[in-house]
């Protein structure tokens, strides 16, 4: 069975730093799409970025580009996402998912999903 286990959220100041970690296991995630999604109170689930454990790159959203770095160490068969000059509106549940689709920014081209894990930037 497939499984994703985020860690790292916590609460942190508007301009400060923070690494949230995504443990994967189950499967051999060779061909995958890794991602990061966030969801703030009332608001839909976006796209933050996404990484290819295949070599294919990474992408961002743009409110994020310039600011957060997703990376993969394939030893530990875990995807992290720092996270540098945050800003209030960062604030939400941030949820780690895999896929298949390289270039995706769309939730449902995610099969697999983590239970996420709370960031709080205070201003």
């Known amino acids: 069975q497939v499984q994703l286990v985020e860690s790292g959220g916590g609460l942190v100041q508007a301009g400060g730093s923070l690494r949230v970690s995504c443990a994967t296991s189950g499967r051999t995630f060779g061909n995958y799409i890794v991602g990061w999604f966030r969801q703030a109170p009332g608001k839909e689930r976006e796209f933050v970025a996404a990484l290819s454990w295949s070599g294919l790159g990474t992408r961002y959203a743009d409110s994020v580009e310039g600011r957060f770095t997703i990376s993969g160490d394939n030893a530990k068969s875990t995807v992290y996402l720092q996270m540098k000059y945050l800003k209030p509106e960062d604030t939400a549940v941030y949820y780690c998912?895999?896929?298949?689709?390289?270039?995706?920014?769309?939730?449902?081209?995610?099969?697999?999903w983590g239970q996420g894990t709370q960031v709080t930037v205070s201003s």
């Open positions: 998912a895999a896929g298949t689709t390289w270039g995706s920014r769309h939730k449902l081209d995610y099969d697999y």
